[in-house]
């Protein structure tokens, strides 16, 4: 009203030169533009040359300018039949500074001044300037920084400009000294406290910042609260009201929640109603409200959900469901009755992927398990997401079905995907005394070029080794899902140029595989492959008395044809940094007639997700395997041997050091080279065995002070696992010189559980654009005899 009163009385006097009498407007001139444009000014003006002036046209005319807000001061005068308007222009903003923001950054404040008309070239209005104070007084007041203050200052800068200044001083986040529920008589104060997210000070405080303020955790709090009690019957509970007290310092603030309980009330009776579309027997069977339970709200918009996806899989993807809850207060029951409204069955007209700029739009479009012109199922729509999910190419899928335009039967999909690496590389380059220059390197990629398909390659060079591998893999080889895959692999050692003592022993493998996969349902599926492997073996100075006598009984070169089988199954919701789901596997692998060597290995791994919030999930893993020989082949070839120890077995000790020991050769193999075992080297190596049994769980939880956990994953750990050897057998073998003959025994495990290592620990694994980059901080528990322990470790291409 004040500011109405106050704009007559500028305009009465404003025209106050040409109220006496009306007047025929010959021309307008305007006086003081700096930036505005006269054409700006005519086209506010409701008044134009030829037109008849008198009072009340000159007060609209005064007003219209006013209303473009580029003036902070207008006068109309008369020069003979000339109207003549003088303007003071409103200042520019020239620049804007913020400094003390820490809380809220620099770039939303930004923006916000910007929406607010607030931002470098526009016209400044001290108005709006005071109502951005006030707003963002009022937003740090949420967060509960109650001390705060925000200052502004205008400084007047040349040619009609100005800058603006924005002072902030955040203070502190308010502490929660006492949270206290009044009013309960049916659940205990620790047990309603417990709901809040909202805490007193403890000391986790200073991680997870939870006894620090804010209105918005306490209205979810509050609804958590009513949630509790609605769930237990209680649907006439309320929050009569709730008091949030402040320290005079502002530092502390003390929250009082009053509560009404009212009665509990249990359920009389549960009805259908509407046009339910699906055998109604069907629909029962998704109640989860039953006659005579306590009432669950939670259990009514369950049930309600559920019924709303049953339809949505027939294609009613608008369905509505409302469970009616009717009190009886006399006798304190609920009659449920869910209203079911279909509506019309939908039609995919199109689906659609956004942000796949490297995957080709066939790799995700054959993963759809919902088609294009078909009804849209709710389930179909969903397991397309999945799908694509478990690819391991991307960070993340979203999915909508929004309406087609026009029609009211019909429903695009779109699913919108961000895409991550899907691979890895590795690069070495080193020098070893022994054995010169050595380069190595290998690239895996999961999605080749985009098209799916799965390569690697491997390559290390060095003066006595070179090792070649090469792999392909097309999951869909068919249409229908049969994958197939094929590899090779060459590894060469040359020990004749070497003069120093080398490693126990090594193999010179060159062979080659196919494999083809068929799936068999939308979780599983079955692998076929076979493998012909040419091995010969070189052996050197500390080559240990099994594999000479292994040499001995076997000879120094197989031509082996290896045939496998397999099933897996997956329900993982991911492909890379799964949090649900499961996953297990069964190989059976055995040579076949006509090879050097007859022995056959069966392996199982299995991983199992379970959530116990939205912020944590237990997994539990264990591998498995068992080798042996048959026919003419006594026991598995020990180059086959099972080792455990390192990432993806047991952390907190060094690579393959678990499990049984070789017997240490007095020194013989390789000619030329041999003489008596070095004192170093006396320790009996790490031999293998034919029997694995390793496992662990993991508590996966969120990094602090990290906002996207999406290539992140964080674990505390407990791992076991060992390898043992079923058949512990004499060797024999001749002394290096002439001499009697010797007998040994290989220091291997009995199959025994209590022989398991052990080790806990915490593990990071962070998907990088090189692949996946793993640490691991262990401590060993349990420590076989000759185990080697290793703290600390990383990897780079594998994750955990």
Not at 19 to 47: K, W, Y
Not at 362 to 376: D, K, N, T, Y
Not at 736 to 763: E, I, K, M, R, Y
């Amino acid at each position: 009203m004040k500011r109405l009163l106050l704009t007559a009385v500028l305009t009465v006097l404003m025209i106050a030169e040409v109220h006496a009498e009306s007047f025929t407007i010959s021309d307008i001139r305007v006086n003081g533009l700096q930036r505005v444009s006269a054409g700006s000014v005519f086209g506010a003006l409701p008044l134009n040359v030829g037109e008849q002036a008198d009072d009340r046209r000159l007060v609209e005319s005064t007003r219209a300018l006013f209303k473009t807000g580029f003036f902070q001061d207008i006068q109309l005068g008369r020069e003979g039949n000339v109207l003549v308007i003088t303007v003071v222009e409103r200042p520019s903003v020239a620049s804007i500074e913020i400094e003390g923001n820490k809380a809220i950054s620099t770039e939303d404040l930004m923006k916000g001044l910007k929406q607010s008309g607030l931002a470098e070239g526009e016209i400044f209005q001290r108005a709006t300037l005071e109502g951005v104070r006030n707003e963002l007084q009022r937003q740090y007041v949420a967060q509960g920084r109650y001390s705060a203050s925000v200052e502004t200052e205008v400084i007047p800068q040349p040619r009609n400009r100005v800058g603006l200044k924005v002072k902030i001083n955040e203070g502190t986040v308010a502490a929660i000294q006492h949270i206290n529920v009044v009013g309960n008589t049916k659940f205990a104060d620790d047990d309603l406290i417990d709901l809040f997210e909202l805490k007193t000070t403890n000391w986790l405080s200073f991680f997870k910042n939870d006894d620090k303020y804010a209105r918005e955790k306490l209205s979810g709090d509050l609804e958590r609260l009513r949630s509790y009690y609605l769930d237990r019957g209680y649907i006439n509970m309320d929050i009569a009201s709730t008091q949030v007290s402040i320290t005079p310092d502002k530092k502390h603030v003390y929250i009082t929640v009053n509560v009404n309980e009212g009665e509990k009330y249990t359920v009389r009776d549960v009805k259908l109603s509407g046009d339910l579309k699906v055998p109604e027997d069907q629909v029962k069977s998704l109640l989860l409200v039953q006659k005579d339970q306590v009432f669950s709200r939670k259990l009514m918009t369950t049930t309600s959900e559920l019924i709303t996806r049953r339809l949505g899989n027939e294609g009613y993807t608008f369905a509505n469901v409302n469970g009616v809850p009717t009190p009886h207060d006399e006798d304190h029951t609920v009659d449920i009755t869910f209203v079911v409204d279909p509506g019309k069955r939908a039609y995919v007209n199109r689906i659609n992927f956004r942000g796949n700029t490297k995957s080709a739009d066939e790799v995700l479009r054959r993963e759809m398990r919902q088609m294009e012109g078909g009804w849209a199922s709710t389930y179909l729509i969903d397991q397309s997401k999945t799908r694509l999910e478990r690819l391991g190419f991307f960070k993340e899928v979203n999915v909508e079905t929004p309406a087609v335009p026009g029609v009211d039967d019909q429903v695009d999909v779109n699913y919108a995907v961000e895409e991550q690496a899907s691979g890895s590389i590795t690069a070495s380059v080193g020098f070893a005394q022994s054995a010169g220059l050595i380069l190595g390197g290998s690239i895996t990629q999961n999605n080749f070029l985009g098209t799916g398909n799965k390569v690697s390659i491997g390559l290390t060079r060095s003066e006595y080794q070179s090792r070649y591998s090469f792999g392909y893999v097309d999951p869909y080889w068919t249409a229908d899902g049969v994958s197939l895959g094929y590899n090779a692999f060459y590894r060469t050692t040359d020990y004749k140029d070497l003069n120093v003592d080398v490693a126990s022993y090594a193999i010179d493998s060159l062979g080659a595989g196919v494999n083809i996969g068929y799936p068999i349902s939308e979780t599983s599926r079955l692998t076929f492959g076979f493998t012909a492997q040419q091995d010969k073996i070189k052996t050197g100075v500390y080559t240990t008395d099994e594999i000479f006598d292994f040499v001995r009984r076997e000879g120094d070169q197989f031509l082996n044809f290896k045939a496998s089988v397999g099933w897996s199954e997956s329900t993982l919701n991911k492909g890379v940094l799964a949090t649900r789901g499961h996953s297990q596997s069964l190989t059976a692998e055995a040579t076949t007639p006509g090879s050097d060597l007859s022995f056959f290995k069966l392996d199982y791994r299995g991983q199992l997700f379970q959530p116990l919030s939205d912020n944590y999930t237990v997994r539990l893993h264990t591998e498995l395997g068992y080798g042996d020989g048959y026919g003419s082949t006594s026991g598995l070839p020990f180059y086959e041997n099972y080792y455990a120890g390192g990432f993806n077995s047991v952390r907190g000790f060094k690579d393959s050091t678990l499990g049984p020991r070789g017997t240490p050769s007095r020194g013989q193999g390789v000619t030329g080279n041999q003489g008596t075992l070095a004192d170093s080297n006396n320790d009996a190596l790490a031999f293998g065995g034919n029997v694995l049994i390793q496992g662990g769980a993991e508590l996966l939880f969120p990094l602090p002070f990290v906002k996207d956990q999406r290539s992140l994953r964080t674990s505390v750990f407990w791992d076991v696992g060992n390898v043992f050897d079923s058949k512990c057998q004499q060797v024999n073998n001749p002394a290096p010189v002439p001499g009697p003959g010797s007998v040994s025994q290989t220091q291997c495990n009995d199959v025994s559980l209590s022989n398991l290592a052990s080790s806990v620990g915490v593990g990071v694994t962070w998907v990088t654009a090189l692949g996946p980059l793993s640490f691991a901080l262990a401590m060993p528990i349990k420590k076989p005899d000759n185990a080697e322990t290793q703290i600390f470790q990383f990897s780079l291409g594998q994750t955990f």
